[in-house]
């Protein structure tokens, strides 16, 4: 699965709520995102959230 | 640069956010949330394209290549709804090149129709912007659809490129 995906399973692990948020750039290749997806998705998470209004998320 | 960060949704503890746990910094961090939410919020996964035909969409684009796609009948569904996004910007819904801003008109009218199912499979270009995913997505949100598939192929072995 690679370290991101066992960072991510183990994250996951104990989570009721397996939501995650994917922010990208938006001159980013599709690949890239498609790769977090799958991660995502391998790591156990159930929904993804793709955050496409960047100025909401600024004062994160 | 991507981001992909994991939120607490129920449970959120200040300490995430290297602040002690007040009912002030619960709420900011409860907005966010919120926000996101009404952003694009979808239950996605990345779809194998099973078969090595020609796409009966219309489109030809060069799919990401992804480890763990699944396998969905749905998408080869003659009523399926497929929206391409190629390498240059141009997106499709099935055969017919559209705007981004047309998508939930269009969405729409194809629910319309019995049977049809809600979920739309988009097949991007692994070497289109996100940018332009993006804005397909909010045409798709817009529409009510909260179940979206990204096709994928699996990586191709070294065998296969002999």
Not at chain 1, 31 to 38: C, K
């Amino acid at each position: 699965m690679g370290r991101s995906g066992d960072a991510l399973a183990k994250i996951y692990l104990t989570r009721a709520e397996k939501v995650v948020f994917v922010r990208g750039d938006a001159d980013v290749d599709f690949q890239y995102v498609a790769d977090v997806i799958d991660v995502a998705h391998h790591a156990g998470v159930q929904r993804v959230g793709l955050l496409t209004m960047d100025r909401e998320v600024a004062g994160e | 640069m991507i981001y992909c960060s994991a939120l607490r949704v129920r449970r959120m503890g200040g300490s995430e956010l290297h602040a002690p746990k007040t009912h002030k910094i619960s709420k900011v961090f409860c907005s966010i949330e919120a926000s996101a939410f009404a952003a694009v919020m979808f239950v996605l996964v990345m779809v194998m394209m099973i078969s090595e035909s020609e796409p009966h969409h219309g489109f030809a684009v060069d799919l990401p290549q992804v480890s763990h796609a699944v396998s969905m009948s749905g998408v080869n569904r003659e009523d399926a709804m497929v929206i391409g996004v190629r390498r240059d910007g141009a997106v499709y819904f099935g055969a017919e090149r559209v705007r981004s801003d047309e998508l939930p008109s269009k969405i729409l009218n194809r629910l319309k129709k019995r049977g049809v199912e809600r979920k739309v499979y988009i097949s991007v270009d692994r070497r289109a912007w996100y940018g332009t995913v993006k804005q397909v997505l909010v045409g798709v949100h817009s529409a009510g659809i909260e179940r979206v598939a990204f096709l994928a192929d699996q990586p191709r072995r070294a065998s296969d490129l002999r």
